[in-house]
């Protein structure tokens, strides 16, 4: 019979973001041109301290991509999610400081004790500030993702089955599930 072992947190937050990148792996080399990063650096334009004064940048709307990369996106405040994928939509990286700007077709950030209410709280309204971004929340201690697409909250998913994006990625990650 098998025994459950509660993981602390950082053992159940690597293996959620190592499954998840070997399963997104899988998915990139069926299909060339896709991409993602792990804990990428990812700018806004904006700050923390200014509520609601900040949001994601829309790559399509910049209209000197060497200006930008050389001299204002290393200014730009940045956040680290989890995860980041980038499969539909644009984005433009900054190599020499590996910050990426854009607006991700997929955000996932596994919540620890270390994180605070306002630290959530900033990252879920910047998230959202992207119509096109897809953001999901795991609580460490919950099997429950919590999932929105830009400002809308869509229905939940569970670690028990098999997870979906809007654009039919599968990510199959039960074996995390407590």
């Known amino acids: ?4 072992m509660p993981m602390s947190t950082t053992i159940r937050h690597n293996r959620f973001t190592s499954t998840l990148i070997s399963s997104v792996m899988d998915l990139i080399r069926k299909n060339e041109g896709n991409a993602f990063q792990e804990e990428c650096a990812l700018v806004y334009w904006g700050t923390k301290k200014t509520p609601h004064g900040f949001n994601l940048v829309d790559v399509a709307k910049i209209e000197d ?5 050389e001299n204002i996106v ?3 405040d940045y956040v680290q999610p989890d995860f980041v994928l980038f499969k539909n939509n644009p984005f433009i990286v ?4 590996t910050k ?3 607006q991700p077709d997929l955000i996932v950030e596994v919540w620890s ?3 605070t ?4 709280a900033f990252l879920q309204n910047l998230y959202a500030t992207s119509k096109i971004t897809e953001h999901w929340y795991i609580r460490q201690d919950s099997n429950e993702v919590s999932c929105y697409y830009g400002e809308d909250k869509i229905k939940s998913q569970y670690l028990t089955d098999i997870l979906v994006n809007r654009n039919g990625l599968k990510f199959d990650l039960r ?3 407590i």
């Open 1 to 4: 019979m098998d025994v459950f």
């Open 65 to 69: 991509r060497d200006d930008f990369i």
């Open 74 to 76: 290393s200014e730009l």
């Open 94 to 97: 900054n190599k020499k400081q």
């Open 100 to 102: 990426t700007a854009g």
């Open 113 to 115: 004790d270390n994180n």
């Open 117 to 120: 209410k306002n630290e959530m």
């Open 175 to 177: 074996y995390l599930a």
